[in-house]
């Protein structure tokens, strides 16, 4: 089992930059697949992006890509989410989450994949 922290929101203006990071607990962080999800008031939860667990695989939701990046820590057991120029619709509680069951290089997609959540951290961007 593993635990999942979320630190790194906050208030920023439109333009501006943050880096989320999510604290595992346990001596596995290397056997799970690690995700960043969001979820904007009234809205469904949404993929964000996904680092495989050897952090070789990468993926982005298609309009997040070149603003935002993920990667991992194994050594730290933490994964992270830098988030660039930054825009008021980017504003949501942003959740990390594992996956234990897939293979080195298997970046799940579906909400449904992952087995731990973290309790979410809120970024709000200003215009």
């Known amino acids: 089992q593993v635990q999942l922290v979320e630190s790194g929101g906050g208030l920023v203006q439109a333009g501006g930059s943050l880096r989320l990071s999510c604290a595992a607990s346990g001596r596995t962080f290397s056997s799970y697949a690690m995700a960043w999800f969001r979820q904007a008031p009234g809205k469904e939860r949404e993929l964000v992006a996904v680092?495989?667990?050897?952090?070789?695989?990468?993926y982005y939701v298609d309009s997040l890509k070149g603003r935002f990046t993920i990667s991992r820590d194994n050594a730290k057991n933490t994964v992270y989410l830098q988030m660039n120029s930054l825009k008021p619709e980017d504003t949501a509680v942003y959740y990390c989450?594992?996956?234990?069951?897939?293979?080195?290089?298997?970046?799940?997609?579906?909400?449904?994949?992952?087995?731990?959540w973290g309790q979410g951290t809120q970024v709000t961007v200003s215009p």
């Open positions: 680092i495989s667990r050897n952090g070789l695989g990468t």
């Open positions: 989450a594992a996956d234990s069951s897939g293979t080195y290089f298997y970046t799940p997609r579906a909400t449904s994949e992952y087995d731990y």
